[in-house]
């Protein structure tokens, strides 16, 4: 994962290791600030929709690629 390097950790999602390369986030559709973490559903180049989440305990993100939106 590739974050807009800010102030605070994890910054805006700026592009998704995904199956093999980088794809770049073209929208965020919502951010979320939950108790364990951070969690983004974005929007990459090709309409490719993906949830991230970030956990900082151990640092780590997961990129979960969203199906049957029709996109």
Request: net charge negative; no cysteine; charged share 10%.
């Given at each position: 994962m590739r974050c807009l390097a800010g102030h605070v950790y994890p910054g805006r999602p700026l592009e998704v290791w995904?199956?093999?390369?980088?794809?770049?986030?073209?929208?965020?559709?919502?951010?979320?600030?939950?108790p364990l973490g951070k969690h983004y559903h974005v929007i990459c180049e090709e309409m490719n929709e993906f949830w991230l989440e970030y956990h900082p305990l151990p640092d780590n993100w997961q990129v979960t690629a969203v199906t049957g939106t029709g996109n």
């Open positions: 995904y199956n093999g390369g980088w794809q770049l986030v073209t929208q965020v559709l919502d951010e979320q600030q939950v």
